[in-house]
């Protein structure tokens, strides 16, 4: 059991205490972050003078050959070591002998972990962002190429006014956009190095914070050793976000689950997308979108976990915080895969739009315009809402939509009634007649459009390009 730590200790670990212990199964992940933090240093120890320059050439060129033979499969992470850090200057020793012992110099496992999972997670927020980004793209399209298209809005899952499926997609496109900003803000928030906080109170050695930090391109270092090596402030925010996300893609899953009923039949959800019965041969399941849904519930248990995990512990590091990996990594994946597989099965998506719109206009979705054809002709908004409501109720036992109606049946009703009503209630008609900014109306969505391609077109001025890569 290879360990970085038994020089006070006299007798092995329990076996069964060193696997309990032990995170090489899961830190293991970062060991491309742990070897770009390990080289930072090196290049720092070696510019004040801490080692010397052929010290740390030979410490950054050894690590990067141990990088290398990582990804190539040459050199294998195994259940020996502790943890990544055991393994990666376990090896390097292995490979220099007492030059690479000099490593650690100046440096604690608790900053080196908590500079580990610190640049894992802003990966993970830049990665996050760009497939939000492409999930946008795809909305985007669908609202460019459906600003005519109508179909029912709901409250209650009851049909309430008639919308355009460009906007109903626009609302989506609007919680993504927020979900973006979020990790915006998380990136500004997280990126400052804890790398020379040492194990809680710094080190006496005169490391260059502000030298590592801008080598991994941090804005800085962190400004209290104790911070630095005990917040996870960063991680929980992610998964806050993340959890957001999920929430909006599961409410996106659950319509789309609706729209593919055979009830409605909105949507047709591609071959790829979809699975069948194993013994109802008629069956086409919406697969992905169910498991976005439940995967949701996957998202917010990393969340709360690690809330909880966070809750009790003292300043500065405690074995406890072991604990933020395994489940936030399973979260990061999770969100990851469920946007990528989220916008494949959108963006292959057909949208079955004359019965979108025949659900429109049979489902009374134009009352409430029928309600402002009164008021517009005099008839206070109180009785005229009386007088559809009237209305409506005719219709349901006639068993005809309003614009059916003769008008003589109107009339009947209400004698403020003219054969200008027909043009005044059409889908099309209130559908372009709101043309407030937000509203479904063709001009008032265009407008819209053309500032959603605008903000797609920006870039979000962050730079993942640094030295160390």
Same mark, same amino acid.
């Given at each position: ?52 320059? %052929?010290?740390? @050439?030979?410490?950054?060129?050894? &690590?990067?050959? +141990?990088?290398?033979?990582? *990804?190539?499969? =040459?050199?294998? #992470? ?48 830049? %990665?996050?962002? @760009?497939?939000?980004?492409?999930? &946008?793209?795809? +909305?985007?399209?669908?609202? *460019?190429?459906? =600003?005519?298209? #109508? ?38 928030r997280m990126n400052y190095c804890p790398l020379g906080s040492g194990a809680l109170a710094g080190t006496t050695y005169p490391l260059d914070r502000e030298m590592t930090a801008e080598l991994m391109g941090f804005y800085g270092p962190t400004l209290n050793s104790m911070d630095g090596v005990s917040d996870r402030d960063y991680l929980i925010e992610f998964l806050s976000a993340a959890s957001t ?106 949208f079955n739009k004359e019965r979108m719109y025949a659900s429109a206009n049979g489902g009374f979705t134009n009352a409430t315009d029928a309600a402002d054809y009164l008021v517009n002709h005099g008839v206070p908004f109180r009785d005229a809402h009386g007088i559809i409501g009237q209305l409506v109720l005719y219709c349901i036992d006639q068993n005809k939509a309003i614009d059916e109606l003769s ?63």
């Amino acid at each position: 059991m290879a360990q970085l730590w038994g020089g006070r200790f006299t007798k092995e670990t329990d076996k069964l205490v060193y696997n309990f212990n032990a995170s090489i199964g899961f830190d293991q992940k970062f060991y491309k972050q742990d070897i770009e933090g390990s080289i930072a240093h090196v290049i720092m120890l070696g510019k004040q003078g801490i080692l010397t320059k %052929e010290e740390s @050439d030979q410490i950054v060129d050894c &690590l990067c050959g +141990i990088r290398a033979d990582v *990804e190539n499969g =040459v050199l294998e #992470i195994t259940d020996e070591y502790e943890d990544i850090h055991s393994f990666v200057e376990a090896t390097l020793i292995d490979r220099l002998g007492d030059v690479g012992k000099k490593l650690h110099t100046g440096r604690s496992r608790n900053d080196q972990v908590a500079l580990d999972m610190r640049l894992y997670t802003r990966l993970q927020v830049l %990665e996050t962002d @760009d497939l939000l980004k492409e999930l &946008l793209e795809t +909305i985007l399209k669908i609202m *460019e190429e459906n =600003v005519d298209t #109508i179909m029912p809005g709901f409250t209650h899952l009851q049909k309430a006014q008639p919308i355009t499926l460009a906007h109903h997609m626009g609302a989506y496109f609007e919680m993504f956009k927020r979900d973006r900003s979020r990790l915006h803000d998380i990136y500004v928030r997280m990126n400052y190095c804890p790398l020379g906080s040492g194990a809680l109170a710094g080190t006496t050695y005169p490391l260059d914070r502000e030298m590592t930090a801008e080598l991994m391109g941090f804005y800085g270092p962190t400004l209290n050793s104790m911070d630095g090596v005990s917040d996870r402030d960063y991680l929980i925010e992610f998964l806050s976000a993340a959890s957001t996300i999920m929430m909006h893609l599961s409410r996106f899953s659950e319509e789309i689950i609706i729209w593919n009923s055979n009830e409605y039949q909105f949507v047709e959800i591609d071959d790829a997308y979809s699975t069948g019965s194993s013994i109802m041969p008629q069956k086409k399941n919406p697969d992905i979108a169910e498991l976005v849904r439940g995967k949701t519930g996957r998202v917010y248990g990393a969340l709360m976990s690690l809330l909880t995990t966070m809750k009790g512990i003292p300043l500065a590091y405690n074995k406890d915080m072991q604990e933020d990996k395994e489940l936030s990594f399973d979260a990061m994946d999770t969100v990851k895969g469920c946007i990528a597989l989220f916008n494949g099965m959108l963006a292959t998506m057909k949208f079955n739009k004359e019965r979108m719109y025949a659900s429109a206009n049979g489902g009374f979705t134009n009352a409430t315009d029928a309600a402002d054809y009164l008021v517009n002709h005099g008839v206070p908004f109180r009785d005229a809402h009386g007088i559809i409501g009237q209305l409506v109720l005719y219709c349901i036992d006639q068993n005809k939509a309003i614009d059916e109606l003769s008008l003589d049946e109107l009339k009947a009703i209400s004698p403020v009634f003219e054969e200008d009503i027909y043009d005044a209630i059409s889908m099309e008609t209130c559908v372009s007649k709101r043309l407030t900014i937000g509203a479904p109306g063709q001009e008032a969505m265009k407008k819209v459009i053309e500032q959603e391609r605008a903000y797609l077109d920006e870039e979000w001025m962050i730079d993942d390009e640094y030295l160390i890569r």
